[in-house]
């Protein structure tokens, strides 16, 4: 099955950064199909239209595919072959469209509801839950490049980063640098991280990164890191000038009921660059 690159459009401002991104990405990740969702009913969007005397629907859809052809048009109009328009609610909906042999699912930050300052934009929010695609989220002011030159990706030796920090060192070019960080928390009983917990941590790090890098032949350049503090803290102020941040779903303080550890929530709910959270399956 052919790898391709859907991308959640809703007619925002956020939707047009997430295709234009996603654009620049088509040779490292395929090519790009964007999707707009749509529902019917009397109150969806505020407006009353009906759903068509047939109960097709068929208002909505061409509703939708006009605010996806905007889009779209002033990125690249010859993506409007590949455009996909489909009735389902938004999260669900890409969520089960990038199942089909999607390689990524990309979502803007925010949306076109009010709310989605406050809810993260729910539908990145679930896409980041549920897909079992990696899902990359695009923050407003992110600057669309066809190349990176520096990914952090979030090391914890769980099973979860593990799969991303591999992810993060498949897809970097050989001209690009990936920083592998892993964060020791402070203690308990201490205002800083033990020298021995550092240094162990450093060379168990140093040891992983040489292992999956030597699996690559024309590997990018690796580095490692190792900081103490807060891990959602750290990744961001680690990621400030990175074209890309990688996170796993979960880490080694996962809850069994819960889909995304509280580091990935937090970083895909505040994302400050373009941050790509990698399903464990």
């Not at 030796?157 to 799969?163: G, K, L, T």
């Not at 964060?183 to 941590?201: G, I, Q, R």
């Amino acid at each position: 099955m052919s790898q391709k690159v859907v991308v959640g459009v809703d007619g925002s401002d956020g939707s047009r950064l997430a295709l234009r991104w996603a654009t620049d990405q088509t040779e490292r990740f395929g090519p790009v199909v964007p999707a707009i969702m749509f529902r019917t009913g009397p109150l969806v969007d505020g407006v009353g239209t009906l759903a068509g005397p047939d109960g097709s629907g068929q208002p909505y859809r061409n509703q939708a595919r006009d605010r996806m052809k905007v889009i779209v048009e002033s990125v690249d109009p010859t993506l409007m072959a590949a455009a996909q328009v489909v009735q389902h609610r938004a999260g669900p909906g890409l969520v089960e469209l990038a199942a089909r042999g999607a390689s990524l699912l990309v979502v803007g930050s925010r949306g076109r509801s009010p709310l989605t300052e406050t809810l993260l934009g729910s539908v990145a929010s679930y896409c980041a839950r549920h897909a079992t695609a990696p899902v990359a989220i695009i923050p407003p002011g992110t600057r669309p490049s066809g190349r990176w030159s520096r990914i952090v990706v979030g090391m914890d030796h769980s099973d979860d980063a593990d799969v991303a920090c591999r992810w993060a060192i498949d897809h970097a070019g050989a001209d690009e640098t990936v920083v592998v960080l892993s964060v020791v928390p402070f203690s308990a009983n201490s205002a800083e991280a033990t020298d021995p917990d550092m240094n162990t941590t450093q060379r168990r790090l140093e040891a992983y990164v040489a292992k999956v890098g030597a699996k690559r032949g024309d590997r990018p350049n690796l580095e490692v890191m190792v900081e103490t503090g807060d891990p959602r803290l750290t990744l961001r102020e680690a990621a400030e000038n990175a074209g890309l941040l990688v996170v796993g779903t979960r880490g080694h303080r996962r809850v069994p009921y819960l889909r995304m550890g509280s580091v990935s929530s937090a970083l895909a709910h505040h994302p400050t660059v373009p941050t790509v959270v990698v399903p464990h399956r």
